[in-house]
Antibody, heavy 121, light 108 residues
C-alpha cells in the first residue's frame, strides 16, 4: 500500500521560504505514469493545486504561483519537495502531497495526511 | 477557460438520490475525477476515469459525463456521505491540474 507523508516546519515567517518534503513508501517515485503533486487548502476554503513533477523530473506549476514555486525529486530518498518563496499570510494552508496517476486519464489516488503551515511573524 | 464550477452546497434526504455537478470546458477533453473530504481529513478519491470506483468505495457512488458537465451521483445517500466533494480534471491546453471549488453535501 502506497503511503505519503509530509514533513516540514509548521510556522514560517513572512517573506521567507516555505519548505516541505513528501516521503513516499510502498512504491517508487521513479515509476513511469505517475506525477507527484502538491495541493494546498487555506482554512475554510477549497483545494488549490500548486504543481506537479513527473517521474522524469519535468515540472508543471499553477501560473499564479509559478514565480515562487520549485518542486524537485530526490530519487535516492524516494522523496519529493516543495519550496515556496516570499510567503505571506495568504499562503497559510494545509499542504498535501499526492500521487497523480496518468493512465490515459488523470486522478490523484494517494494523498498524504496533510500538514498545516502558518505564515506569521 | 481553465476553470471548473461547482454548486457551493447541495442537500439530500437520507436514502434519496443526489447529483453533484461540475462544469468546465476542459471536461470536453478529460474525464473528471471526484474526491470526498470530511472535516480534518485528507481528500479521498471516490470516482475516476469517468465512472470507476477505487477499492472500498461503495457502489452507491457513480459518475457520468456529457459535454462540458461531469456529475457525481449518490444513490441512496447515507449519513456518512455528508462531506465536501471536489471535482478535478486537467486543462487540455497547458497540461495544468484543475480543481472545482467544492460542493458541501448535507444529508437531512
Amino acid at each position: 500500500q502506497l503511503q505519503l507523508q509530509e514533513s516540514g516546519p509548521g510556522l514560517v515567517k513572512p517573506s521567507e521560504t516555505l519548505s516541505l518534503t513528501c516521503t513516499v513508501s510502498g512504491g517508487s517515485i521513479s515509476s513511469s505514469n505517475y506525477y507527484w503533486g502538491w495541493i494546498r487548502q487555506p482554512p475554510g476554503k477549497g483545494l488549490e493545486w500548486i504543481g506537479n513533477i513527473y517521474y522524469s523530473g519535468s515540472t508543471y506549476y499553477d501560473p499564479s504561483l509559478e514565480s515562487r514555486v520549485t518542486i524537485s525529486l530526490d530519487t535516492s530518498k524516494n522523496q519529493f519537495s516543495l519550496k515556496l518563496s516570499s510567503v505571506t499570510a495568504a499562503d497559510t494552508a494545509v499542504y498535501y502531497c499526492a500521487r497523480e496517476t496518468s493512465s490515459g486519464w488523470y486522478y490523484f489516488d494517494y494523498w498524504g495526511q496533510g500538514t498545516l503551515v502558518t505564515v506569521s511573524s | 477557460s481553465s476553470e471548473l464550477t461547482q454548486d457551493p452546497a447541495v442537500s439530500v434526504a437520507l436514502g434519496q438520490t443526489v447529483r453533484i455537478t461540475c462544469q468546465g470546458d476542459s471536461l470536453r477533453s478529460y474525464y473528471a475525477s471526484w474526491y470526498q473530504q470530511k472535516p480534518g481529513q485528507a481528500p479521498v478519491l471516490v470516482i475516476y476515469d469517468k465512472n470507476s470506483r477505487p477499492s472500498g468505495i461503495p457502489d452507491r457512488f457513480s459518475g457520468s459525463s456529457s459535454g462540458n458537465t461531469a456529475s457525481l451521483t449518490i444513490t441512496g445517500a447515507q449519513a456518512e456521505d455528508e462531506a465536501d466533494y471536489y471535482c478535478n480534471s486537467r486543462d487540455s491546453t497547458f497540461n495544468l491540474v484543475l480543481f472545482g471549488g467544492g460542493t458541501t453535501l448535507t444529508v437531512l
